[in-house]
T-cell receptor, first 112, second 113 residues
Framework: KQEVTQIPAALSVPEGENLVLNCSFT??????LQWFRQDPGKGLTSLLL?????REQTSGRLNASLDKSSGRSTLYIAASQPGDSATYLC???????????FGKGTRLHILP | NAGVTQTPKFQVLKTGQSMTLQCAQD?????MYWYRQDPGMGLRLIYY???????DKGEVPNGYNVSRLNKREFSLRLESAAPSQTSVYFC????????????FGSGTRLTVV
């Protein structure tokens, strides 16, 4: 059974710092991995999707990497801003079915 | 605007009442999903539908039923609501192929008293 873990559960950093969020998964037989952002009381917004054959994806100040063999992904946020404050969720889709399994998220707070 | 639309946005039910949460997408996606989100538990898959006419159980299907009415619509039904079903429910959809990911609705906040 696939399990997805995100560490830390919460993180506070001063504005302007670069930071890394971590995601690990137990079954390396994945089809893709996706990072989402969720603002309080809102739905999920897709940030980046990495296919199993890819090593990384970039969008603006965000860079996501994937090491399938070790069961790890990281989301790198450069030059953090207060508007980046949100919960970041990692989700994995297995290659045997259409299910996607979420981690519990990292709650990020950027201090002005 | 293209996307996933969920109704209602808020609902309060009494224990034992029934209701149906509606979800519709206008992106011609094959796959649709229902999740619940609870504090400390993250998002958990209730049911999903890989295509019109098919449905499969997820991690927490007990107490729920689903209907894939057509390609656009995927509804979630609570036959006899329980306080343990108090949660925020999200519907999502996905394209059948390609590199695009998942699109989520804005959620339904359900309270069972």
């Amino acid at each position: 059974k696939q399990e997805v873990t995100q560490i830390p559960a919460a993180l506070s950093v001063p504005e302007g710092e670069n930071l890394v969020l971590n995601c690990s998964f137990t079954d390396s037989a994945i089809y893709n991995l996706q990072w989402f952002r969720q603002d309080p009381g809102k739905g999920l917004t897709s940030l980046l999707l990495i296919q199993s054959s890819q090593r990384e994806q970039t969008s603006g100040r965000l860079n996501a990497s994937l090491d399938k063999s070790s069961g790890r992904s990281t989301l790198y946020i450069a030059a953090s801003q207060p508007g980046d404050s949100a919960t970041y969720l990692c989700a994995v889709r297995g290659d045997r079915d259409d299910k996607i399994i979420f981690g519990k998220g990292t709650r990020l707070h950027i201090l002005p | 605007n293209a996307g996933v639309t969920q109704t209602p946005k808020f609902q309060v039910l009494k224990t034992g009442q029934s209701m149906t949460l509606q979800c519709a997408q206008d992106m011609n996606h094959n796959s649709m999903y229902w999740y619940r989100q609870d504090p400390g538990m993250g998002l958990r898959l209730i049911y999903y539908s890989a295509s019109e006419g098919t449905t499969d159980k997820g991690e927490v299907p007990n107490g729920y039923n689903v209907s894939r009415l057509n390609k656009r619509e995927f509804s979630l039904r609570l036959e006899s609501a329980a306080p343990s079903q108090t949660s925020v429910y999200f519907c999502a959809s996905k394209r059948p192929t390609g590199i695009y990911g998942y699109t989520f609705g804005s959620g339904t906040r359900l309270t069972v008293v």
